[in-house]
Nanobody, 128 residues
Framework: QLQLVESGGGLVQPGGSLRLSCAAS????????IGWFRQAPGKEREGVSY????????YYPDSVKGRFTISRDNAKNTVYLQMNSLKPEDTAVYYC?????????????????????WGQGTQVTVSS
């Protein structure tokens, strides 16, 4: 059974850091683009970080660029999201998602509907 499991969420003060993990089971992450998405109450799900399967290329929207870093350890079948300088507006449930890397070009899929496999989510709350 293909499964993604997130961990590492919690409560952190503004300016603090958290590292989220996304562990895969039932399949090898090597061939998958992985994205981190988040959804706050009353808001649409938005992508915050993406990483390719092979060359490690990444993409970040302006809202998190310079603060979030996505990385992968294929040997551990795990993708990480390092979040620094956290702001209250970063509060949300964070999900990792995967899709087979079938790209013919270099653009990473950025829409939630392009991802087939999803974790259950982990809550991140930034508050003093």
């Amino acid at each position: 059974q293909l499964q993604l499991v997130e961990s590492g969420g919690g409560l952190v003060q503004p300016g603090g850091s958290l590292r989220l993990s996304c562990a895969a089971s039932g399949f090898a992450l090597d061939y998958y683009v992985i994205g981190w998405f988040r959804q706050a109450p009353g808001k649409e799900r938005e992508g915050v970080s993406y990483i390719s399967s092979s060359d490690g290329s990444t993409y970040y929207p302006d809202s998190v660029k310079g603060r979030f870093t996505i990385s992968r350890d294929n040997a551990k079948n795990t993708v990480y999201l390092q979040m620094n300088s956290l702001k209250p507006e970063d509060t949300a449930v964070y999900y990792c998602a995967g899709t087979l890397d079938l790209r013919s070009g270099t653009l990473l899929p950025k829409n939630a509907y392009e991802y087939n496999y999803w974790g259950q989510g982990t809550q991140v709350t930034v508050s003093s």
